[in-house]
């Protein structure tokens, strides 16, 4: 299994960036995948998730309003869109996956299987 996160960089305040994912080595369209990030010195928290057929999301209460997940199983492809960026946003940002139709509210990262490496994100003020 291999989740490739692109996108990351620096912005500023009130700005947008567009996160993905390519993931292989599993039937993509099959399972639940999310996007968790990890601030410096702090754990890695939940930031959303989207079912097998993109019907059922939730996201974490920070970013709904702000942030947009979706994905396109014919390319194996999870989108986190971030807009209204905000200094508190800044961590690295992880693609995951349960390899299964899990619940989308699985927020404990230890209920997912497999990671990617990360992508950074700055917000600058």
């Known amino acids: 299994v291999q989740l490739v996160e692109s996108g990351g960089g620096l912005v500023q305040a009130g700005g947008s960036l567009r996160l993905s994912c390519a993931a292989s080595g599993l039937t993509f369209s099959s399972i639940t995948m999310g996007w968790f990030r990890q601030a410096t010195g702090k754990e890695r928290e939940f930031v959303a998730a989207i079912s097998w057929s993109g019907k059922n999301i939730y996201y974490q209460d920070s970013v709904k309003g702000r942030f947009t997940i979706s994905r396109d199983n014919a390319k194996n492809t999870v989108i986190l869109q971030m807009n209204s960026l905000k200094r508190e946003d800044t961590a690295v940002y992880y693609c995951?996956?349960?390899?299964?139709?899990?619940?989308?509210?699985?927020?404990?990262?230890?209920?997912?299987?497999?990671w990617g490496q990360g992508t950074q994100v700055t917000v600058s003020s």
């Open positions: 995951a996956t349960q390899d299964r139709d899990g619940s989308i509210q699985n927020t404990r990262p230890s209920l997912w299987a497999y």
